[in-house]
């Protein structure tokens, strides 16, 4: 069975541009979570979505961050204008049925702002 | 609020040594606790879990008690191999984050040949 995609896998771009990040959550999953990772801070969680609805995006850092569900298997997390401090690794996660249930996460996305 | 607190890495150990790595939370109401693996350039995975107090989770050898009377989740393995060498992140669910994981900032574990 196919986990939880995520494309790009690197991603390297220069201050201003945009950046878009995409996941394709499990099958069947209704649950889908977008994280950052940063050595400062740790595991951050960005936003969720239950059935393609944000439920909670108290944890994007500012309006240059966007983040949607148009349906159950692609999510997209936008940066505009990326700046460098943006640089993380961004996972999607999914879950089935439940928001605590087991959360699987993708392989990730390194995304280095110049 | 609720938060999780491990110990900080990185934990270096020799093959075949025995495993501790401490977590302890603190939360209001009745968290399910969780062990999370990070291999090297890959995402979380779960490890082992545990719903209720005295519970023990355990999976690839690894085991942890949920010890409600001293607000811990201990993880632990009996000897360590070069392949379980990863960031190990201790989490919690609660009602009081809306059942949100509410993560620790991760131990680092080397293992030596």
């Known amino acids: 069975d196919a986990g939880v995609i995520q494309s790009p896998r690197h991603e390297v771009t220069e201050m201003g541009q945009e950046v878009t990040l995409r996941c394709k959550p499990i099958?069947?999953?209704?649950?889908l979570f977008w994280y950052r990772q940063t050595m400062m801070r740790g595991l951050e969680l960005l936003i969720y979505?239950?059935?393609?609805?944000?439920?909670?995006d108290s944890g994007m850092p500012e309006d240059r961050f966007s983040a949607k569900m148009p349906n159950a298997s692609f999510s997209t997390l936008k940066i505009q204008p990326s700046e460098p401090r943006d640089s993380a690794v961004y996972f999607c996660?999914?879950?089935?049925?439940?928001?605590?249930?087991?959360?699987?996460f993708g392989p990730g996305t390194r995304l280095l702002v110049l | 609020g609720n938060s999780v607190t491990q110990m900080e890495g990185p934990v270096t150990l020799s093959e075949e040594a025995f495993l501790t790595i401490n977590c302890t939370y603190t939360?209001?109401?009745?968290?399910?606790l969780f062990w999370y693996v990070q291999y090297p350039g890959e995402g979380l995975q779960l490890l082992l879990k545990?719903?209720?107090a005295d519970d023990k989770g355990s999976n690839k050898g690894f085991e942890a008690t949920y010890r409600k009377e001293t607000t811990s989740f201990h993880l632990e393995k009996g000897s360590v191999q070069v392949s379980d060498s990863a960031v190990y992140f201790c989490?919690?669910?609660?009602?009081?984050?809306?059942?949100?994981?509410?993560w620790g900032a991760g131990t680092k574990l080397i293992i030596k040949p």
């Open positions: 989490a919690l669910s609660d009602t009081d984050s809306n059942y949100q994981l509410i």
């Open positions: 996660a999914s879950s089935l049925g439940r928001i605590q249930e087991t959360q699987y």
């Open positions: 939360a209001t109401g009745y968290p399910s």
């Open positions: 979505f239950n059935n393609n609805v944000p439920i909670d």
């Open positions: 545990a719903t209720k």
């Open positions: 099958s069947g999953h209704d649950y």
